[in-house]
Nanobody, 127 residues
Framework: QVQLVESGGGLVQAGGSLRLSCATSGRTSSTVAMGWFRQAPGKEREFVAAIRWSGVGTYYADSVKGRFTISRDNAKNTVYLQMNSLKPEDTAVYYC????????????????????WGQGTQVTVSS
């Protein structure tokens, strides 16, 4: 079984920064990619960023390109999302997710391709 645990959310002023962490455990050896998604109140969950399990290859939503950076620390089995220049519209619950090779070995940007999810961490950006 796979477990994902996010941390690092909080309240920050517009223009500020936060770093989210996602600690992974369990059977992750066949993982294709790790992704970050977010869901604002009344909205659907949306893709934010993804990184291939090997660490080579990162993908971003247009809304966060140039502001967010996804990275992975193999030794700690942890994936990070560094968020800079935060805006009020970034306010959401952020989830990390793991993509297995069940559907594809191409890195996915849709929720349905991810098999395991963390519990989420709240990020609130005040104006």
């Amino acid at each position: 079984q796979v477990q994902l645990v996010e941390s690092g959310g909080g309240l920050v002023q517009a223009g500020g920064s936060l770093r989210l962490s996602c600690a992974t455990s369990g059977r992750t050896s066949s993982t294709v990619a790790m992704g970050w998604f977010r869901q604002a109140p009344g909205k659907e969950r949306e893709f934010v960023a993804a990184i291939r399990w090997s660490g080579v290859g990162t993908y971003y939503a247009d809304s966060v390109k140039g502001r967010f950076t996804i990275s992975r620390d193999n030794a700690k089995n942890t994936v990070y999302l560094q968020m800079n220049s935060l805006k009020p519209e970034d306010t959401a619950v952020y989830y990390c997710a793991l993509q297995s090779p069940k559907y594809s070995r191409m890195v996915a940007t849709t929720t349905g391709r991810y098999d395991y999810w963390g519990q989420g961490t709240q990020v609130t950006v005040s104006s």
